[in-house]
Nanobody, 125 residues
Framework: QLQLVESGGGLVQPGGSLRLSCAAS????????IGWFRQAPGKEHEGVAC??????????FYADSVKGRFTISRDNVKNTMYLQMNSLKPEDTAVYYC????????????????WGQGTQVTVSS
């Protein structure tokens, strides 16, 4: 069974950092396009950071709102993806979802096949 399991969300003060993790089981992340989406209350899903598959070109996409603050990465040994979030702002508050898709070139567009359960990130003093 293909599954993505997230961890690492929580409450953090503005300017702080968090690292989200997403462990994959049932498939090898290296051959999939991966990413992180978020959904704030009353808003649609937003793709914030995406990475194409290793057998594609390994390119990345970052939403303008997170460029220079968020970094997506993949550990092929642990079959896990990460989202390092620095200089967090109250507007980063949302439920964050890790995603994966068999179309290796996908970069935060279209519909991803696999979604994690979501983890809440709250940025507040």
């Amino acid at each position: 069974q293909l599954q993505l399991v997230e961890s690492g969300g929580g409450l953090v003060q503005p300017g702080g950092s968090l690292r989200l993790s997403c462990a994959a089981s049932g498939f090898t992340l290296d051959y999939y396009a991966i990413g992180w989406f978020r959904q704030a209350p009353g808003k649609e899903h937003e793709g914030v950071a995406c990475l194409s598959s290793s057998d594609s070109d390994g390119s990345t996409f970052y939403a303008d709102s997170v460029k220079g603050r968020f970094t997506i990465s993949r550990d092929n040994v642990k079959n896990t993806m990460y989202l390092q979030m620095n200089s967090l702002k109250p507007e980063d508050t949302a439920v964050y979802y890790c995603v994966a898709d068999g179309i290796g070139e996908r970069l935060c567009e279209g519909e991803y096949d696999y979604w994690g359960q979501g983890t809440q990130v709250t940025v507040s003093s």
